[in-house]
T-cell receptor, first 116, second 116 residues
Framework: DAGVIQSPRHEVTEMGQEVTLRCKPI?????LFWYRQTMMRGLELLIY????????DSGMPEDRFSAKMPNASFSTLKIQPSEPRDSAVYFC??????????????FGNGTRLTVT | AQTVTQSQPEMSVQEAETVTLSCTYD???????LFWYKQPPSRQMILVIR??????QNATENRFSVNFQKAAKSFSLKISDSQLGDAAMYFC?????????????FGTGTRLTIIP
């Protein structure tokens, strides 16, 4: 089991640029979550998917953020245009929905985004 | 909406001693799940322990145990025989038992320092 794989591990970009974060969930897991972690706001859910369908995107900050899950093994989180306040660590997590929703979330190692 | 509160931003403990981290939560639901996650400096989110609300027995994982008080909505983590590798941020988290509301809601975390 390779775990949840996120790329890149670090991303530094200039304000106004497009940023794409990528996630490969654990095989067989059909729930996928995107979280953002900052010192000020802690860990906050941005969006989550069940069976590739977005269920709750109420945490997506604004229209600059978008997330897709074209298939069960891949998801992206895109920020366009990026702003300095988007600087944070972005985590992707997955869980095996079929085993009951009390299953824990398995997290990737996160992407540290810095927008200058 | 559910909320999770960790009232201790920082804690420290002597190596080999026992420490207890506090967590309270607010919910109107009767069935749910509670978790403790550990985040070392590597920023990886690691599951420490899990508790189902319908179980009265407190969960235990080696040196880690919880004191789950459902009526008081309290879920503390006890670490026995503290080791240097236990130094990390610890997050308490809540997960609903309702489909469609499967996100983890996190507390703000407690930074644990182990004193050699």
């Amino acid at each position: 089991d390779a775990g949840v794989i996120q790329s890149p591990r670090h991303e530094v970009t200039e304000m106004g640029q497009e940023v794409t974060l990528r996630c490969k969930p654990i095989s067989g897991h059909n729930s996928l979550f995107w979280y953002r972690q900052t010192m000020m706001r802690g860990l906050e859910l941005l969006i989550y998917f069940n069976n590739n369908v977005p269920i709750d995107d109420s945490g997506m900050p604004e229209d600059r953020f978008s997330a897709k899950m074209p298939n069960a093994s891949f998801s992206t989180l895109k920020i366009q245009p990026s702003e300095p306040r988007d600087s944070a660590v972005y985590f992707c997590a997955s869980s095996p929905k079929d085993r009951g929703i009390g299953s824990p979330l398995h997290f990737g190692n996160g992407t540290r985004l810095t927008v200058t | 909406a559910q909320t999770v509160t960790q009232s201790q931003p920082e804690m420290s403990v002597q190596e080999a001693e026992t420490v207890t981290l506090s967590c309270t939560y607010d919910t109107s639901e009767s069935d749910y799940y509670l978790f403790w996650y550990k985040q070392p400096p590597s920023r990886q989110m690691i599951l420490v322990i899990r508790q189902e609300a319908y179980k009265q027995q407190n969960a235990t994982e080696n040196r880690f145990s919880v004191n789950f008080q459902k009526a008081a909505k309290s879920f503390s983590l006890k670490i026995s025989d503290s080791q240097l590798g236990d130094a990390a941020m610890y997050f308490c988290a809540y997960r609903s038992d309702n489909f469609g509301n499967e996100k983890l809601t996190f507390g703000t975390g407690t930074r644990l320092t182990i004193i050699p």
